[in-house]
C-alpha cells in the first residue's frame, strides 16, 4: 500500500508544498519526534495515534496546496 502511495505522491511532493519554514519545523521535526519517542518507549498505541496524525497532516497540508493550486478540483 505504501508503495502504491509513494506512486502516486512521492514523498518530496508534500515537502514541495510546504512554503513556511515553521510548518516544515513542525511536520519533519516536531511529528517525527513524537513518533520516535512513542518507539523508544515501546508505546505501540502512542506510536500508531502519532504516526496516524502525521499522515494526516501532511495530507491535510497536500490537498491544501493542490486545492490552492486549482490542480484538485
Given at each position: 500500500?505504501?508503495?502504491?502511495?509513494?506512486?502516486?505522491?512521492?514523498?518530496?511532493?508534500?515537502?514541495?508544498?510546504?512554503?513556511?519554514?515553521e510548518l516544515i519545523e513542525?511536520?519533519?521535526?516536531?511529528?517525527?519526534?513524537?513518533?520516535?519517542?512513542?518507539?523508544?518507549?515501546?508505546?505501540?498505541?502512542?506510536?500508531?495515534?502519532?504516526m496516524t496524525e502525521h499522515?494526516?497532516?501532511?495530507?491535510?497540508?497536500?490537498?491544501?496546496?493542490?486545492?490552492?493550486?486549482?490542480?484538485?478540483?
Amino acid at each position: 500500500m505504501i508503495a502504491d502511495l509513494q506512486k502516486r505522491f512521492p514523498k518530496d511532493y508534500v515537502w514541495k508544498t510546504i512554503e513556511s519554514a515553521e510548518l516544515i519545523e513542525e511536520i519533519n521535526v516536531t511529528e517525527h519526534r513524537r513518533i520516535l519517542q512513542a518507539l523508544q518507549l515501546k508505546d505501540a498505541d502512542a506510536a500508531r495515534t502519532a504516526m496516524t496524525e502525521h499522515v494526516r497532516h501532511a495530507g491535510r497540508v497536500l490537498l491544501h496546496h493542490l486545492h490552492e493550486t486549482g490542480a484538485a478540483t
